[in-house]
Structure formats: C-alpha cells, structure tokens
C-alpha cells in the first residue's frame, strides 16, 4: 500500500511540475479557464515530453542558480524565460496550426 501512495506522489508531481512551463504562457496566449488552461497544460506536457524535459531543466537551473547567488535573481529569471519562449513557441505553433485556415489570418505572434 505504501508504494502505491509513493507511485500516486511521483505521477502527480510529475504532471504538476510538468505543466509549470506552459501554464503561465497559456494564460497570457489563450482565452479560457482556468481548468481549460490546466488542461492545454497538462495535454501539451503530455503530447511533447523532450520539450518539457528541457523546459523543466532550464527552470530547474534557474532556480538553483539564483538560490546559490543571489544576486542573479536580476538576471537569470529573464534569460531563462527568454530561451524557454523558444521552446514553448514550437509547442504552440504546433497545438494552433490545425486553427489557422488562411495565410492572412495568421496572430501576430506566428508571424
């Protein structure tokens, strides 16, 4: 029974921090709610694992980075958003190319 509760707590933390690299992202992109958003989340950590992988070391880095110097707390937050967004990017080009008909109708972000 025990490592059935063990097994629960890896997938759960596993989806939760999973989604962390996307959910803010989706907030700003998408116009939902929030369990809509959580959904997108977790469905595109889901639907692109390497991706995520290397987004959760980016932030992974990050933050150790900044718990051992302080004083990077100035820098490292906006580089590593920086070189998530690339990533995060092809994720959402992906989900959203199915949605787009027409060239002239392109968002401004896939431009």
């Given at each position: 029974m025990n490592a059935l509760y063990i097994v629960?707590?890896?997938?759960?933390?596993?989806s939760c921090v999973g989604t962390l690299p996307y959910i803010f992202p989706i907030v700003s992109r998408f116009d939902a709610g929030i369990s809509k958003q959580l959904?997108?989340?977790?469905?595109?950590?889901?639907?692109?694992?390497?991706?995520?992988?290397?987004?959760?070391i980016i932030l992974t880095a990050s933050c150790i980075a900044v718990f051992a110097v302080p004083f990077l707390l100035l820098?490292?937050?906006?580089?590593?958003?920086?070189?998530?967004?690339?990533?995060?990017?092809?994720?959402?080009?992906?989900?959203?190319?199915?949605?787009?008909?027409?060239?002239?109708?392109?968002?401004?972000?896939?431009?």
């Open positions: 629960a707590g890896v997938v759960l933390l596993i959904r997108y989340a977790l469905s595109m950590s889901a639907t692109h694992p390497l991706k995520t992988i290397v987004l959760v820098i490292v937050p906006g580089i590593s958003t920086y070189l998530m967004s690339f990533l995060i990017e092809i994720v959402f080009r992906k989900c959203t190319k199915s949605q787009i008909n027409n060239k002239e109708d392109l968002p401004w972000y896939l431009e």
